[in-house]
């Protein structure tokens, strides 16, 4: 009886070789392969979504996150590479753009639109009087020596009257000061002095009328040394107005070094109730000190004025030796 052959087992199958990315470096190792994953078909795997930056969502970028294929897969990354760098140039450029935009002329630049922009304490509710003195009047150079006298008694007024008041009298203190003219309010006694009343009332106190007769008198002794009292006043700020620019009211002071040194000349030579603060209230509407808003419309307006003024002449050769002669009535 034959004998049946002894089965021989089957050789395994010889383990493949792969390179294996080890933590020390490539290795070679042993990899048993499973025969089942082997038949198994090898599984697509979806592209994974590209990670869209918020830059790109919130500027309405669209970028593909998908892809039916490898090959679509890459072609949609560098696509979507490609719109994000566009995207973020684009932004720049927004934001460059958002940088450079121009800023709307103001009124110190000439680019008034609208109503017209006033220094902050002109406001709907003002004295429209007091309105149109500081559009026409309050800050331009004046060289006129009646018109510079009646300013300086406004100015001493004003401890008493506010600018309104001033300006609902200005008819009655002309009629009253003789027009303002230092000659003949220098003549003034006792009797005089006593009939300026408005209604019954002094217009101002007694001593403010004492004083505006005084500094007539001061006024004319002025006018005979340095020829006008436009050239001593003016003297001081070099016959040049200054120009402060402030942006705020609250920058605007109630005098200054200047105004001390003319209050203190002043002074001495014998006139009255000419404090630093009527001083610099005086430059202030004379045009010597040009304290308008840098907002107000009128700021330019003044220097426009005084640059092209031509009813002021310069003092003579005679006026500066005087000038020289007198330290006291140098200006600072």
Request: proline share 7%; with cysteine; charged share 25%.
């Amino acid at each position: 009886m034959p004998v049946p052959a002894k089965l021989r087992p089957m050789a395994k199958p010889v383990a493949e070789t792969r390179a294996v990315l080890g933590p020390g470096g490539n290795r070679v190792a042993a990899v048993a392969e499973d025969p089942k994953r082997r038949s198994e078909p090898q599984k697509q795997r979806k592209p994974v979504a590209a990670e869209v930056p918020p830059l790109a969502v919130r500027s309405g970028a669209s970028v593909d996150s998908t892809s039916s294929s490898n090959s679509n897969s890459s072609s949609s990354g560098a696509s979507s590479v490609k719109k994000m760098a566009k995207c973020r140039r684009t932004l720049k450029g927004v934001v460059g753009a958002r940088a450079a935009r121009p800023v709307s002329l103001g009124a110190e630049d000439g680019g008034v639109s609208g109503p017209l922009k006033r220094c902050d304490w002109i406001t709907a509710n003002s004295d429209p009087l007091y309105t149109s003195f500081h559009d026409a009047e309050w800050g331009v150079p004046v060289h006129e020596d009646r018109k510079l006298f009646e300013l300086l008694v406004f100015s001493q007024a004003l401890a008493e009257l506010s600018w309104s008041m001033i300006l609902q009298l200005k008819e009655v203190f002309r009629k009253l000061f003789a027009n303002f003219d230092p000659s003949c309010i220098a003549r003034f006694d006792e009797k005089k002095m006593l009939c300026v009343k408005v209604n019954g009332k002094p217009l101002l106190s007694e001593p403010k009328l004492r004083a505006v007769i005084e500094n007539a008198k001061q006024t004319i002794k002025i006018q005979e040394e340095f020829g006008s009292f436009s050239n001593y006043i003016w003297g001081f700020v070099n016959h040049k107005p200054i120009r402060n620019g402030f942006r705020y009211a609250r920058q605007v002071p109630v005098k200054t070094p200047r105004a001390e040194v003319i209050s203190k000349n002043m002074m001495q030579r014998g006139f009255c109730s000419v404090g630093p603060t009527v001083i610099y209230s005086f430059m202030q509407v004379a045009g010597m000190v040009n304290d308008h808003l840098l907002t107000c419309f009128r700021y330019r307006e003044c220097n426009v004025i005084a640059d092209t003024k031509t009813d002021f002449k310069p003092k003579t050769e005679e006026t500066e030796v005087k000038h020289e002669g007198s330290a006291s009535a140098r200006p600072s």
